[in-house]
Structure formats: C-alpha cells, structure tokens
C-alpha cells in the first residue's frame, strides 16, 4: 500500500519537477511520514527539555478573606489567612535524573528515526527517478526504432513498387514492427 501511494507520489510530482533535486528537496514538505516523524521528535524534544527543568522549587500561595458582619462584639469582622509553602526534593533515588536520561535517549534515538527515515525515503525517490527515467528511454528507444521501421517499410514498398523487390522481405519488415 505504501509503496503505491509513493510511486503515486513520485509519477505525479516527477511531472512537475525538472529534476532529481526537486524532487529530494519535496520530500520534507510533501511526505506524511516523515512529517509526523519529525513531530515525534520535537515532542521527545520537549519532554527533555522539561525533565530538565522538573527538579527545580516549588512555591504553593494559599490565602483567605472572611467579612462577617453579624459576629460577637469579642469577635473580628474581618478575618484574613495567608500560608506560602516551599519545597525542595533533595534526594528521590535518582528517579528525576534517571527520567531526565531517558528523555535524552528518546529524544537522540528519535533523531536518529528521522534521519534514517529520511535517508530510506530519499533512496526510494531515486530508485524510483531512475526507474522513471529508464523507462522513459526505453520508449524513446522503441519509439526510435518503430520510425527505423516505418522508414524501411517505405522504401521496400517504393522498391516493390517498381519491381527491384519482393514481396516477401516487405511482409517479414510490417511482420516484425507488429512485435
């Protein structure tokens, strides 16, 4: 299935490019996979970034206002609350550093799957460009050598014509350009 869609791909922009370098270069806009590889990496490349950011302080602000107006002359109408909270982990068994390692890994091998996609995709466009290519003159050969036909059957028909010829050789040429 894949492969289809791509030689889909490749014959439908092979005829708009004028050359193999067109076409490698469209391959980061125009191929789906690779687009949604690249955003696996960039997500592998957020997560990184933010396990390197998780062990920082965290600062919690909690606050209260209360107005009571029907309250004992012995009681406050107004009551205010404030709590700040600070916290630091300073030792979790390396589970933050061990996280922070393997966002790294996730983030290089997924590097490494782009660029290995990439490379796959690129090889295929150029076994596929010169598949195109070879095929294309294949036909301009054979297309060559239908006219060298056509030629020949001509002039045996002008040498059948006035007699300097036979029939035979005239039906092997028409014979043979049918194959």
């Known amino acids: ?20 370098k067109e076409l490698l270069n469209s391959v980061e806009v125009t191929n789906e996979n690779y687009q949604a590889q690249q955003a696996l990496q960039e997500m592998s490349k957020k997560q ?54 393997s966002k790294k890994s996730l983030h290089e091998s997924q590097q490494l799957k782009t660029q290995y996609l990439k490379q796959e995709i690129m090889l295929e466009v150029i076994k596929q460009y010169f598949s195109y290519q070879n095929t294309k003159s294949a036909i301009d050969v054979i297309n060559y050598k239908i006219n060298e036909l056509n030629g020949q059957i001509k002039k045996f028909e002008i040498l059948v014509k006035n007699d300097l010829e036979t029939k035979d ?11």
């Open 48 to 101: 990184y970034e933010s396990a390197t950011k998780d062990n920082y302080p965290t600062f919690n602000l909690i606050g209260a206002y209360e107005n009571n107006s029907k309250v004992l002359k012995t009681e406050p109408e107004d009551i205010a609350y404030a709590e700040l909270k600070a916290s630091y982990i300073l030792y979790d068994g390396e589970r933050i550093r061990n996280n922070e390692l």
């Open 169 to 179: 050789k005239l039906q092997a040429l028409i014979a043979s350009k049918k194959e």
């Open 1 to 20: 299935m894949f492969k289809n869609i791509f030689i889909f791909f490749l014959i439908s922009t092979s005829l708009y490019a004028i050359s193999l």
